[in-house]
């Protein structure tokens, strides 16, 4: 009989231990739900010029002609060939990018997957769309340096881009040249529209508890419980808003101010846009100037000087592991003339 009762015992722990490990899984992904959402389809106008738009526009992000010398392209900078299972990550993996003259940008280039997500654009959100951030890299001379729209104009017409954009804004190719700033910018802004990413994570999102491991499932977790999620949320787990970079401990690079920069305002000094966090592991190195070169270094340093806690060897590699839930599984095609 006291076999039967110590085996019945064991039973009744096993099933009351699975019991409260379902509970225990079932509350964080409702936790996490209040937090994060899946990434959304594409938000593209519905209308007949919308797939010609995106068309050109995936054209031109892979352009060298955009540049003063013809060495660069959008994609130089924010490659989606350097990972090619998945389009790769968006960036160069460069602290700071090489311009088409040589010069050193002053800071890291960030991914344009998810980039219409964002509530601003650029580092230091100096623009609201996308459509205003695409062409200021190609008369940046620091970038892609080209001197005036007129040259743009002349080097697209002489690659054969006139009937392209006729296509892609019919309405206005019958009584103006339909190669302008303006077009080319929304092209632009239509097909880097499409650049939403995949991950398990929002498989676990929309319920399939068994997308995470274990490990992950802690370190998403430690995410939300340590106070990141005070940031990186909503469904790009970043780019809502601006926030001081050294919070609680001063960040040592005093040199950019940040959004000050662009406001000339004391308040606004080492206030940066909040990175999204999908992807991450493929997006080193971090922070705006690119100090972090791991994503180890750029957890502790997150911890250090937003949060003003230490995190331990375990906790940070949970986190990590976390992160490889994040990592982009969505199909790219390099084909230019489709």
């Not at 219409?116 to 892609?144: C, G, Y």
């Amino acid at each position: 009989m006291s076999k039967l009762l110590f085996s019945l015992f064991l039973h009744f722990v096993f099933v009351t231990s699975v019991a409260i490990a379902a509970t225990e899984n079932t509350k964080l992904l409702n936790t996490a739900r209040t937090y994060f959402s899946p990434l959304p389809k594409p938000l593209l106008a519905q209308n007949q010029n919308t797939q010609a738009r995106i068309a050109l526009g995936k054209k031109l992000y892979f352009e060298t002609a955009l540049s003063i010398n013809n060495s660069q392209s959008c994609n130089t900078c924010h490659r989606l060939d350097n990972l090619l299972e998945n389009g790769g990550a968006g960036v160069d993996n460069l602290k700071t990018s090489i311009g088409a003259l040589g010069k050193l940008g002053a800071r890291n280039a960030p991914s344009t997957w998810n980039s219409s997500l964002h509530f601003a654009q650029f580092w230091d959100a100096r623009v609201k769309t996308l459509v205003e951030q695409a062409t200021l890299p190609i008369f940046n001379p620091l970038e892609m340096a080209i001197t005036s729209p007129e040259q743009v104009i002349r080097r697209l017409e002489g690659k054969g881009y006139t009937k392209l954009f006729e296509q892609a804004f019919p309405a206005r190719a019958d009584t103006t040249n339909p190669i302008t700033m303006e077009n080319l910018a929304i092209a632009l802004a239509d097909f880097q529209r499409t650049l939403i990413s995949q991950d398990r994570f929002d498989t676990y999102l929309k319920g399939d508890e068994a997308a995470l491991n274990r490990q992950e499932k802690a370190g998403l977790r430690l995410f939300i419980e340590k106070g990141c999620v005070a940031c990186h949320n909503g469904p790009a787990m970043g780019g809502q808003l601006l926030m001081k970079m050294g919070i609680v401990e001063p960040y040592p690079n005093k040199v950019d101010l940040g959004r000050a920069q662009v406001t000339s305002n004391a308040g606004d000094k080492f206030f940066f846009k909040v990175p999204s966090m999908r992807n991450v592991l493929n997006t080193a190195p971090y922070f705006h100037d690119g100090a972090a070169t791991t994503i180890e270094q750029a957890i502790i340093d997150t911890a250090k000087h937003q949060l003003g806690i230490r995190l331990t060897e375990q906790e940070i590699q949970d986190i990590k592991a976390f992160f490889s839930s994040l990592n982009n599984q969505a199909a790219f095609s390099f084909n230019t003339r489709q």
